[in-house]
């Protein structure tokens, strides 16, 4: 075997296989990858905007009732029954005709128990009572406010 000369300065050249090999394989990576891409749909959506109505909207008819501290009890401003009747029967016929009422018309019949800081904790469960022999389960509670 014959040895060939060893020429430090031989130049091959720029080599266009490898960079066409590499090429390949990127183009064949963005390809696999194309296939991969969910495409995304249209949500059919409408923005909120103006819109006519042809009648009156109703509105919940809120109920309210306040407890002094002497344990007086009083419906949207009138007194009802005792301050030392615990079953108050007047204010449970009362709320019962306003639930058969609101429930007549189906609107929601709400509650607003206004109770003092002062009066006695028995007496809101006392009216509690009468709202759950009446049947009305949406109540909210307050303290008076000071003016």
């Keep these: 075997m014959k040895r060939l000369p060893v020429n430090d300065e031989i130049y091959i050249g720029f080599q266009i296989a490898p960079m066409i090999d590499v090429v390949f394989v990127i183009m064949l990576f963005f390809m696999v990858m ?5 495409v995304e749909k249209e949500l059919n959506s409408q923005l909120p905007g103006t819109a006519e109505t042809s009648g009156s909207a109703d509105f919940v ?3 309210i009732i306040t407890i002094s501290p002497e344990g007086e ?9 005792s301050a030392k009747s ?21 609107t929601p019949c709400t509650v607003t128990i206004i ?3 002062t009066a006695k904790y028995s ?8 709202l759950a022999v009446a049947g ?9 406010e000071e003016e």
């Design 34 to 38: 194309a296939g991969a891409v969910r």
């Design 61 to 63: 008819d809120e109920q």
């Design 73 to 81: 009890v009083s419906l949207n401003d009138e007194p009802f029954d």
């Design 86 to 106: 615990r079953a108050l029967p007047q204010l449970k016929a009362t709320l019962m005709r306003l639930k058969q009422n609101a429930d007549a018309a189906k």
């Design 115 to 117: 109770s003092d800081e």
């Design 123 to 130: 007496r809101t469960v006392d009216v509690l009572d009468a």
């Design 136 to 144: 009305i389960s949406s109540v909210t509670f307050t303290v008076n």
